[in-house]
């Protein structure tokens, strides 16, 4: 008698298994950084419109010697809605800059006359970011930095 021996073909479950488990943990560190990744984009949107109309109210207030209430960006935002309200007979104002429901932020942003900026955050902030208490910057990473 004579015995052949065949060639192995194919994978073994456990090589599959241990794709599978790889690839799984991959994931599971991947998209939570995605996800910081992707905030961070759209926080820079708020950031960017709220810096434009401290600038705006500027340039107002050196023509007119007031703010004006109601002002609004040039660009409309698809993540943030921007507005400013005045105060003190149009000598002070605060800009706000609210993230939109589908966005997945909750940060609201907010600038005034001196240049001072703060963070709070909505009832649904960002998954696992923070905002440091009180928060006098624009909080821009997940661990609540400036």
């Known amino acids: 008698m004579s015995f052949k021996l065949r060639a192995n073909r194919g994978f073994t479950l ?11 943990a991959l994931a599971a560190i991947a998209v939570p950084q995605y996800d910081a990744y992707i905030a961070r984009g759209r926080i820079a949107e708020g950031i960017s419109m709220l810096s434009e109309l401290q600038v705006r109210q500027e340039q107002y207030y050196q023509d007119n010697r007031a703010y004006v209430s109601g002002m609004t960006p040039r660009t409309t935002g698809q993540y943030w809605t921007a507005t400013c309200t005045t105060a003190n007979a149009n ?3 605060t800009c706000t800059a609210t993230p939109a429901a589908t966005s997945g932020l909750g940060y609201v942003f907010t600038v005034d006359q001196s240049g001072a900026k703060t963070t709070a955050a909505t009832a649904t902030p960002v998954s696992g970011w923070t905002v440091p208490s009180p928060a006098t910057c624009w909080v821009k990473t997940k661990a609540g930095t400036c």
């Open 14 to 24: 456990i090589e599959i298994m241990v794709v599978v488990l790889i690839i799984g």
């Open 91 to 93: 000598q002070t104002f």
